[in-house]
């Protein structure tokens, strides 16, 4: 079971939380970037690239049976904030596609590049399935 840390007093984040805790089956996910499972680049654009990767995320959850819903911490390094803050609709409508309505602590950091030149975006992720 997870459970979302909140001090008193704070203001509510939007679109992700300050801390979760969790116990349970750990899983960590490596940096996944925009390609498809033939690390092909199927777009330049960036909210379909994060929309990939977000994909590319669940679908490594869900070999060890796991889904969005166990995500407890994602850090979001991107190419350029400019592009990142002038997507935030795209981007949040592709979230709740694909990880739907699930807001883990994150993290989100500017980069100079990363090491696929193509690449806008690379997520790292924690997921916990907790104990039965």
Known sequence: ???????????????????VMAEGRTIFVGGQI??????EFETD??????RQTLK??????AEAD?????????????TDKTEYLSNLKGLGAAYRE???????AMAA?????????????EIQATAVIPNE
Not at 56 to 61: G, H, T
Not at 98 to 104: A, N, R, T
């Open 1 to 19: 079971m997870h459970h979302i840390l909140q001090p008193e007093g704070w203001a509510k984040p939007i679109g992700y939380a300050n801390g």
């Open 98 to 104: 694909v990880i739907g309505k699930h807001f883990p």
């Open 66 to 78: 796991a889904g969005p819903q166990h995500i407890t911490s994602m850090t979001w390094y991107f």
């Open 34 to 39: 925009g390609w498809n499972a033939q690390c």
């Open 109 to 121: 950091v500017q980069v100079v590049a990363l090491v696929e030149d193509r690449a806008k975006i």
């Open 56 to 61: 590319n995320v669940v679908a490594i959850l």
């Open 45 to 50: 654009d960036f909210v379909e690239q994060v």
